[in-house]
């Protein structure tokens, strides 16, 4: 018999899907921002906009990236709890002592390497005791953990790169970082869509206390 405890998701899924689409809308706020600052730059090339509006520019774009750390950590933490709780609530209706264990299904999120799969095989686990099927692993997953690890290492990418010491190819340099933000839109709406299924699952009460 599980010791683990069924917690209802309603609550907290709403809460991860109000969190992701916090941070996918500070996605394309952090493109807009780069817009703005490319748009700037080409005017200060052609000498329409003077070294203030391009510092402002600067201050814009720093100012913004702190705003979007809050929202990440916020957000990962929101959306933590609520793969915590699901991992758990498949514990408690199928207890299995080799699936990855609750806290683990958040935890290997921050083990390097080993989030690449970890956190994937945890998801799988978990939608599997969640919502049975015979017909295995959802694409809806797969297609989730592709774009998380590939925007990751795009972003990894973009991070790495050194910062141009003229402006036009810094205009180049910007025109990554609003490429990444909205491309972040995907891996979003489809974890939104995870979050509302495992939310929304129903259960017979005799195998949650079984």
């Known amino acids: 018999m599980s010791t683990y405890i069924f917690t209802d998701l309603t609550k907290p899924g709403r809460r991860a899907i109000w969190a992701t689409g916090a941070f996918a809308v500070t996605q394309c706020i952090y493109s807009a921002v ?34 979007f750390l809050i929202v990440l950590v916020v957000a990962f933490a929101i959306n933590g709890r609520f793969l915590y709780l699901a991992s758990r609530n498949a514990a408690a209706i199928h207890f299995d002592p080799e699936a990855i264990r609750p806290g683990w299904a ?24 969640l919502i049975p099927s015979d017909t295995g692993t959802p694409n809806l997953l797969s297609l989730w ?26 205009i180049t340099y910007n025109q990554g970082f609003i490429v990444s933000g909205f491309l972040w839109l995907i891996p979003c709406y ?21």
Not at 41 to 47: E, L, P, S, V
């Open 34 to 67: 780069h817009m703005y600052q490319n748009t700037v730059i080409r005017q200060f090339i052609d000498g329409s906009a003077d070294l203030t509006a391009l510092e402002q520019s600067d201050s814009v774009v720093a100012l913004t990236a702190i705003c």
């Open 106 to 129: 958040v935890g290997w999120y921050f083990v390097p390497f080993a989030n690449l799969w970890m956190p994937f095989t945890a998801m799988k686990q978990t939608w599997a005791r």
């Open 145 to 170: 953990w592709v774009c998380w690890v590939g925007m990751n290492f795009y972003d990894g990418f973009m991070t790495n790169q050194s910062e141009p010491n003229n402006l036009p190819d810094y």
């Open 190 to 210: 489809l974890f939104a869509k995870i979050i509302r299924r495992l939310a929304t699952a129903e259960h017979n009460p005799a195998e949650v206390f079984a």
